[in-house]
């Protein structure tokens, strides 16, 4: 079940990214985050009222909160180190932040198995290099591998912990919808604070109403990938769940490849065929 349920929060994760970076391209990036989850919150909302969760609450919500907290200024710092770039640079190492709940499963006392063991090690080298890494070229500023760091630490410790923020199903849909309603507010907060700047808020066609569904799936899939993976660290290792979880950058450039047309580098052929091995690894270790 936990290589079941991480897998998943990869793909989902991975699908939101491409979505949300499709939708970037046209509406500024603070707007897409911030309209992608108050539909989270609406939908979240209706299903704690519908399923009686408020009377899970707990002091384990602080945990959701501050993963509420932590995700804009990750997301924040992303965006800022691939503005700076090079995004070959850039990319792969902001999935190093698998490193975060990897180091609290093993403060936790677990150990893996030697199969995987070699499968984390293989599975991550596959996900930094599935990101395309540019191993020459043009020079990287220091600013944006700060900020790329910063990005890696914040989503990293977002799955830690979201994996804490509750113990029941019902406490879980309480928690996600407390950590969306953390993360709009935060956001908001910081898309006023772009616009008081003179950033606009909208592209200059308006607010991109076709563009609704889309923003929706961003929005529902990343709060599913935040639920499955809770799931996969409550049944298992969290160092298998966390590493199987962050395969998500090899779904995404795959779907750049299916959807876009994008050529996969030989680089990035390799990182996906190696995350694949390590997958299977972990899965059977």
Known sequence: MTALFALAT????GMADFGGGVLTRRTP????VVVSQSIAVVVLGTIVAATGAWGE?????????????????????????LALGPMGVVSPLGSLGVAVPVAVGLALGERPGVPQFAGILVAVAGVVLAGGPQLRGAPVQRQAVVLTLVAAFGFGAVMALIAEASTTLTGLFLALFVQRVTNVTAGGLALWASVRRGAPALAPGGFPWSSLPALAFVGLADVAANGTYSLAARHGPVTVAAVLASLYPVVTALAARGFLGER????????????????????TG
Request: cysteine-free; hydrophobic content about 70%; proline content about 4%.
């Open 29 to 32: 990036a603070l707007t897409v």
């Open 264 to 283: 996969l580098r030989g680089i990035q052929a390799a990182g996906a065929g190696l995350a694949l091995v390590g997958t299977l690894l972990l899965a």
């Open 57 to 81: 609450a707990s002091p384990r919500l602080w945990f959701a909160v501050a993963a509420g907290l932590v995700g804009p200024v990750a997301m924040l710092a992303f965006y800022k180190a």
């Open 10 to 13: 990869s793909l989902l994760w």
